[in-house]
């Protein structure tokens, strides 16, 4: 990094093309989260033109495509694995590849890296107790066709360019099976990685985790989900089987010839940007698709897999949505809600109930935009299923056991000119030694300080968490002193945040406080932002699980 790094937040011009730019940098300024000071920013980002123009949103048909469903992944066959003597486990085996699909019936079509060779990949159906096989396969082209910024530690020059590692995104799993960044191959080679699936039912995500490119290759199309259910979750009665359907979202930069535009900056020295917000949403990989529906409920696996932007949904006909489940699955019992925000990696399970719409359209909507339409048939089948008033215990961690308490800053170095260069965790660089080691089984409590002006999420792997609370601090009092003063009451979780949580939105000006309790093997693993562009700008780092004491 060198600190002629060209800020993104520089100059006044936008140069999209077609497109403004800078209105969607105001639109995504002025929805951060609610309870947030705005960050102090009056320059817009200066970014090369694409190529070829970006496509208008608004000169697209909407609701002309159906949504695609992911199949669901089959199992290729049984093996043995060391980790389970005497019996063989179900093994499957993800080619990652490269094709072309139309993300919408007037776009031409879009060369994508995709799971299988399709965006987003299959979905994987699997149950608690059932350990699994999966080799991940790189057979995509040696040539990556998204911008690499090699200046990014772990993708210099010397490094291939196509280089690949998948992580199951809240899968408890042997550290050798989490998709370390730096274990990431070639093109040519796999990895076998076993799933213990030693977890409660929840809405997991598989995504590439290629250190300095995961941005890139995440945006090419790698991502999935991969589904955790257990027997507790089946005898509640939910909606099942075809009535139970993840909605994976995200957002690219489109041009006219249906080409993904990656965002850079002007200075091609160094392309990196720190953020990437697109023109427009994908519903699993359509652009404005419809989805005919039976008047009847469903339960709808919403998953954030955006690089950078999250998601303010709301249904229109002032319908509500349920919400029964959050990142790691069943909430207490069912919560109300209009409106559902989800930043980057963030899930929820909702309930949608069409039985008093036959006949009718209804849209699932981002701010104030139709992504999805919902199209009521008149009649369907029974429904057979249920919403019930409880889910499941979800006991609220004391952190009065943990046996520690750490304190971290989320911090952004900025150039001469005060542009974000560098986001780092705790002042630290993914290649200083670890200093984040828990102990096996124990609890801990990580405390954010987040000195930056956005929200970060902020996620671990391996570990479930509860969020303790949030509470405002004097950021002048800290850079003074390095000291904590609060500046108000700490803020317990809403309800729908108060469920296991792997992923949390960090606000700015706040200290935001979770408990966990390090389950699971001792291992290297890492925790991040999951804004992309930053985790692949040093907003990562590793941490260390020790062994239990005996
Ligand atoms: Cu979605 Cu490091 O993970
Ligand atoms: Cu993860
Ligand atoms: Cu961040």
Redesign the pocket.
């Known amino acids: 990094m060198t600190l002629t790094r060209r800020g993104f937040l520089r100059g006044a011009g936008t140069v999209l093309g077609t497109y403004a730019f800078a209105d969607m940098w105001h639109t995504a300024q002025a929805f951060s989260s609610p309870p947030m000071v705005m960050p102090m920013r009056t320059t817009m980002p200066t970014l090369a033109a694409p190529k070829v123009p970006l496509i208008n949103p608004t000169s697209l048909a909407r609701f002309v495509d159906p949504l695609p469903v992911p199949p669901i992944a089959r199992v290729a066959g049984q093996r043995a694995h060391p980790a389970y003597p005497g019996r063989t486990l179900p093994y499957y085996r993800m080619e990652m590849r490269a094709f072309k699909a139309r993300l919408h019936r007037d776009v031409p079509a879009t060369p994508l890296w995709g799971y299988d060779g399709s965006f987003p990949g299959p979905t994987f159906e699997t149950k608690r107790g059932e350990p699994l096989l999966v080799e991940w396969v790189n057979a995509l082209p040696t040539k990556h066709f998204l911008p690499i910024d090699h200046n990014i530690h772990g993708a210099e020059q010397s490094k291939p360019e196509v280089r690949v590692v998948t992580?199951v995104?809240g899968a408890r799993v042997p550290a050798g099976a989490d998709g370390y960044p730096e274990n990431w191959y070639e093109s040519g080679q796999s990895a076998l990685y076993h799933y213990p699936n030693d977890q409660d039912a929840a809405t997991l995500?598989y995504?590439d985790?290629a250190m300095g490119i995961t941005r890139l290759n995440i945006y090419a199309g790698l991502v999935g989900a991969f589904i955790v259910r257990d027997a507790e979750e089946q005898a509640l009665g939910l909606p099942t089987g075809e009535y139970d359907i993840p909605l994976i979202l995200c957002d690219r930069l489109v041009a006219q010839d249906g080409q993904l535009y990656y965002p850079v900056s002007d200075d091609p020295s160094a392309p990196w940007v720190m953020q990437c917000l697109g023109n427009l949403t994908l519903c699993n990989g359509k652009i404005f698709p419809y989805f005919e529906v039976e008047p009847r409920r469903y339960r709808f696996r919403l998953i954030n897999v955006a690089n950078t932007s999250f998601f303010d949904l709301s249904l229109s006909h002032d319908r509500a949505f349920q919400q029964v489940g959050s990142d790691q699955g069943l909430l207490s019992a069912p919560l109300e809600r209009d409106r559902i925000e989800l930043y980057p990696?963030e899930r929820a399970d909702v309930v949608v109930d069409f039985s008093s719409l036959a006949g009718q359209t209804v849209q699932l909507r981002h701010q104030a935009q139709g992504i999805v339409e919902f199209r009521v048939r008149n009649k369907g089948g029974r429904d057979t299923s249920v919403l019930p008033a409880s889910l499941r215990a979800v006991p609220r961690i004391d952190p009065g056991g943990a046996v520690r308490e750490r304190v971290m800053t989320l911090n952004e170095i900025d150039d001469a000119n005060g542009n974000a260069m560098t986001m780092l965790l705790d002042g630290k660089h993914w290649s200083d030694p670890i200093t984040e080691n828990p102990r096996q089984n124990t609890l801990e409590i990580w405390s954010f300080v987040n000195l930056t002006g956005d929200a970060h999420p902020i996620?671990l792997?391996l570990v479930r968490f509860q969020i303790i609370d949030r509470r405002p601090f004097d950021l002048f009092a800290w850079n003074a002193h390095r000291t904590l003063t609060y500046t108000g009451p700490a803020e317990p979780p809403p309800a729908h945040e108060a469920g296991w949580k792997d992923t949390v939105r960090a606000d700015p000006g706040m200290v935001t406080r979770i408990a966990m309790r390090f389950e699971g093997e001792p291992g290297r693993y890492?925790w991040?932002c999951?804004f992309l562009e930053h985790?692949d700008n040093e907003m990562m780092r590793p941490y260390e699980v020790l062994p239990a004491h005996t």
């Open positions: 992580h995104h995500w995504h985790h990696a996620h792997h890492v991040h999951h985790e």
